[in-house]
């Protein structure tokens, strides 16, 4: 059930809340930043990731300024995409097990989707449920540029797997993949190296691939933490970065200086002293992963502390502005693990509601 769809046409001050809005005003300058970095002034394709965004209308939003499509974390996320008519999904992840893989299968038989893999084991599997389901599904290989987490070696380990992929009658290999996302609290010039590093190890294997005569078309990556440096290298044929649609305290840290589109707002439900000011939204409202969020307009803070629906503000100095019944607005620690405790999306303009977006994909089914 929606707390706000009957509020469209409001101000934001008369929405219920807590209520996750996002400022489309702001978000478009976003998009159009973002698109217009990568696209028009580095000739990259834009694949932005959704893993963070979720809403679908957001990535007909993103296509319409210039993505091919998006990338999603989840097959789940690729299936919503798929049914509100978004094509040209990349699933930058390993998705396994026998049942997932044919509604992978299933998936690539209704739209362009490219799936990641990074072993033979996980490509043999990806390659039964194709066959199984008479499709053809397109992969990247996930090739670890220093995160440590899924992706084979850099170089031969990764050659030797492309070629073992061409042999496979229900794959297709599409190109490589990595994701820098280790770097991220680098600053400066070390932040430039390392991305370099990263970035480096993935091109130039995507090289040696070439020089062996496997055909690679796509070498993706990157994020809304890195892309500003990454995207003038020479090698990448797109990007992923996602987030910074929206931005964030995280973003801003990762040395993005987009607008804050997508704020929470909640409401002053107690003043049990002139310091302290209780809202109704806590940790199952706003997540604290990478930091916490901020609240704007209230003066400086001594604590701010996050219960499961309060949010419990301490005031260096007396606040009267403050009434039970007043909102109090806050820029998220970190959007998408935020976006993923709300069931919708307030859509404002000028201030107004003009939309309420579901946000299908956060919970169950992956
Ligand atoms: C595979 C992959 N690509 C790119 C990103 C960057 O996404 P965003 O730009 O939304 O931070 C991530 C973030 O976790 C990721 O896992």
């Known amino acids: 059930m929606s707390a706000n769809k009957d509020a469209i046409g409001l101000p934001l001050a008369q929405l219920e809340t807590p209520a996750l809005c996002l400022d489309l005003d702001a978000y478009r300058r976003n998009v159009k930043r973002m698109a217009g970095y990568i696209t028009?002034?580095?000739?990259?394709?834009?694949?932005?990731?959704?893993?963070?965004?979720?809403?679908?209308?957001?990535?007909?939003?993103?296509?319409?300024?210039?993505?091919?499509?998006?990338?999603?974390?989840?097959?789940?996320?690729?299936?919503?995409?798929?049914?509100?008519?978004?094509?040209?999904?990349?699933?930058?992840?390993?998705?396994?097990?026998?049942?997932?893989?044919?509604?992978?299968?299933?998936?690539?038989?209704?739209?362009?989707?490219?799936?990641?893999?990074?072993?033979?084991?996980?490509?043999?599997?990806?390659?039964?449920?194709?066959?199984?389901?008479?499709?053809?599904?397109?992969?990247?290989?996930?090739?670890?540029?220093?995160?440590?987490?899924?992706?084979?070696?850099?170089?031969?380990?990764?050659?030797?797997?492309?070629?073992?992929?061409?042999t496979l009658p229900g794959l297709h290999l599409s190109g490589l993949m990595g994701w820098e996302g280790h770097v991220l609290a680098y600053e400066g010039d070390a932040k430039q190296e390392q991305i370099s590093g990263s970035i480096g190890r993935l091109t130039e294997t995507a090289g040696m691939c070439r020089a062996r005569g496997i055909p690679i078309e796509i070498v993706s990556a990157s994020g809304s933490g890195t892309f500003r440096m990454s995207a003038p290298l020479s090698g990448l044929t797109e990007v992923q970065a996602g987030g910074g649609v929206f931005s964030d305290l995280s973003y801003e840290k990762w040395g993005l200086d987009h607008e804050f589109a997508l704020t929470i707002l909640t409401r002053v439900v107690s003043r049990p002293s002139a310091t302290r000011i209780i809202v109704d939204g806590g940790f199952k409202t706003m997540s604290v992963q990478h930091g916490q969020p901020k609240p704007l307009g209230v003066g400086p803070i001594k604590s701010l502390v996050l219960s499961a629906e309060h949010g419990n503000i301490e005031v260096a100095e007396a606040d009267d502005r403050h009434r039970v019944g007043d909102t109090v607005t806050f820029i998220p620690g970190y959007t998408d693990s935020t976006v993923c405790l709300h069931d919708e999306m307030c859509v404002l303009s000028d201030g107004v509601l003009v939309d309420v977006w579901a946000i299908p994909g956060r919970t169950g089914r992956r």
Do not use: F
């Not at 380990?157 to 061409?166: D, E, G, Q, R, S």
């Open 40 to 166: 028009a002034k580095h000739g990259l394709a834009w694949r932005p990731h959704m893993k963070g965004q979720k809403a679908p209308p957001l990535a007909k939003e993103a296509v319409a300024a210039g993505a091919i499509g998006v990338t999603c974390a989840t097959l789940y996320e690729a299936e919503a995409m798929v049914a509100a008519g978004v094509g040209n999904v990349l699933i930058a992840n390993q998705v396994a097990g026998e049942r997932k893989l044919r509604r992978l299968a299933r998936l690539a038989g209704k739209a362009p989707i490219i799936a990641a893999t990074d072993s033979e084991d996980h490509a043999r599997a990806m390659n039964a449920a194709a066959e199984a389901e008479g499709v053809k599904v397109h992969v990247l290989i996930e090739v670890d540029v220093g995160m440590n987490r899924c992706g084979i070696a850099p170089g031969e380990p990764t050659v030797a797997l492309a070629k073992t992929i061409t």
